[in-house]
C-alpha cells in the first residue's frame, strides 16, 4: 500500500522539543517534495515547513522560523521535522504530504499542490 505515516508526536511541556517522522512505504520519497501541514482545534489546516526534493530548499511558516527544522533521511526513505521550544499553539494534529513532481522548490501554501500522498496525523500537545 502506497502511504506517507507520520508518527513522534505526543504530549511536551512549553519549552519542550519533539522530532516528528514522516515515512513513506512502497514507494521512494527521495523523489518528493514534502510539506509539514498542522491543524488545531477549531482552525484551519495551516502550512508549518517543506523540502524540495534534492533536499537543498527549504521554507517555513514566520510562527516557526527558528524554532523548528525540516530535513531528510533518503537512506531511511524520511523526512523529519525538528521541534524545538514548543508553545501551546503549536498544539495541533500534524500532518506530512507529498508531491511528486520536480519543481525545484517547495510551498507551505495549501492549494498550490495536489499532493499525491497525505497522511492520517500525528497529534502534538504542548501542554504544562
Known amino acids: 500500500q502506497l502511504q506517507v505515516v507520520e508518527s513522534g508526536g505526543g504530549l511536551v511541556q512549553p519549552g519542550g522539543s519533539l522530532r516528528l517522522s514522516c515515512a513513506a512505504s512502497g514507494f521512494t520519497l527521495e523523489s518528493y517534495e514534502i510539506g509539514w501541514f498542522r491543524q488545531a482545534p477549531g482552525k484551519e489546516r495551516e502550512g508549518v515547513s517543506c523540502?524540495?526534493?534534492?533536499?537543498?530548499?527549504?521554507n517555513y511558516a514566520d510562527s516557526v522560523k527558528g524554532r523548528f527544522a525540516i530535513s531528510r533521511d533518503n537512506a531511511k526513505n524520511t523526512v523529519y521535522l525538528q521541534m524545538n521550544s514548543l508553545k501551546p499553539e503549536d498544539t495541533a494534529i500534524y500532518y506530512c504530504?507529498?508531491?511528486?513532481?520536480?519543481?525545484?522548490?517547495?510551498?507551505?501554501?495549501?492549494?498550490?499542490?495536489?499532493?499525491?500522498?497525505w497522511g492520517q496525523g500525528t497529534q502534538v500537545t504542548v501542554s504544562s
Open positions: 504530504a507529498a508531491y511528486r513532481k520536480l519543481t525545484g522548490l517547495c510551498v507551505i501554501v495549501l492549494g498550490l499542490r495536489d499532493y499525491d500522498y
Open positions: 523540502i524540495s526534493r534534492s533536499g537543498d530548499y527549504t
